[in-house]
């Protein structure tokens, strides 16, 4: 009989899942697997189980916010043989990724997907020795995601993003940065940036541009620079709120791979809504097809 671990965070949104896990575990009956079921404990603790049972498991469920998915994508990652695909639950706030692949928010309706999903292979970043799967960033916005207590993320959602990121906006002190792509290198003053792969971040679409595909072997990068003058900053603050905020302001592109290199001092980066640690340089690269999701569509 084949195997599945379900890896899930209990504590992930509003502890969500207490009230579902039945009706999941009744959706899995329909696969014929044995399940293996374990509740996450602290943090790393689902992406330690994962990369220590390696060979294990024929298929990886997981079911939490962007955190909880990192470390399972992150631990399948670590396997030097086959990968098990991996299919999610989610139970964040907002849920970004999870959007993007066209998974269904109701954790009832995520399972039955997976029970009538097929494996379809996902670009995953490599973050200097690290992955994330849909966002690394910097600067204004990147606090508010991993310093706002989890209640608090539960009550706000995703306008908490917006909200206190326009508020960081103007405090922020610029970031004198240097970005090298596999086109170009350039050099200033910016207030945020991040890398992404994903059709929404902060659950606002669109604001990673258009043409975004999940398996391209490209993520976009967004680089805001620092406004020179109220009407620059303006332009900045409705172009957030309209998604769409292209322009001199902006430096935007799809790229596989960027380099991004403090020139004055260490910054504070940020993975998948988790503090990715202070860095001077970052080396991003784009893993195409590097692990298989299990959804009921294709990837686009
Ligand atoms: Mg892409």
Redesign the pocket.
């Known amino acids: 009989m084949s195997r599945m671990l379900f890896v899930y965070n209990p504590f992930s949104g509003k502890g969500l899942i207490k009230n579902h896990l039945y009706d999941i575990l009744q959706e899995f009956n329909a696969l014929d697997m044995e399940i293996v079921i374990h509740p996450t404990k602290d943090r790393l603790d689902a992406f330690q189980y994962i990369a220590e049972n390696e060979g294990k498991f024929d298929m990886i469920v997981c079911s939490g916010g962007d955190g909880t998915l990192n470390e399972t994508v992150s631990g399948v990652m670590s396997y030097t043989g086959s990968k098990p695909p991996i299919g999610y639950i989610p139970s964040g706030s907002t849920n970004d990724f999870a959007k993007s692949l066209g998974i269904p928010k109701k954790m009832k309706h995520a399972a039955r997907h997976i029970v009538n999903g097929h494996p379809d292979k996902v670009?995953i970043g490599k973050f200097n020795d690290r992955y994330f799967t849909y966002v690394a960033a910097i600067g204004a916005f990147t606090k508010v995601s991993y310093e706002t207590p989890q209640d608090m993320k539960n009550i706000l959602g995703h306008q908490a993003y917006i909200i206190e990121g326009i508020k960081e906006l103007t405090m922020i002190k610029p970031m004198s940065l240097r970005i090298e792509t596999e086109k170009e290198t350039i050099e200033g003053d910016f207030i945020y940036g991040m890398i992404t792969?994903s059709k929404s971040v902060g659950g606002v679409k669109g604001i990673t541009g258009k043409d975004?595909?999940?398996?391209?072997?490209?993520?976009?990068i967004t680089f805001i620079r620092q406004p020179q003058n109220p009407i620059q900053l303006n332009n900045i603050i409705s172009g957030l709120l309209m998604n769409d905020y292209k322009g001199e302001t902006v430096y935007f592109d799809?790229v596989s791979s960027v380099r991004v290199i403090a020139k004055e001092q260490q910054i504070p980066w940020v993975l998948d809504g988790e503090f990715g640690g202070n860095l001077r340089e970052v080396n991003i690269s784009?893993q195409k097809n590097a692990v298989d999701l299990i959804l009921e569509k294709d990837v686009k």
């Open positions: 670009d792969n975004v595909s999940m398996n391209d072997g490209l993520f976009e799809h784009v």
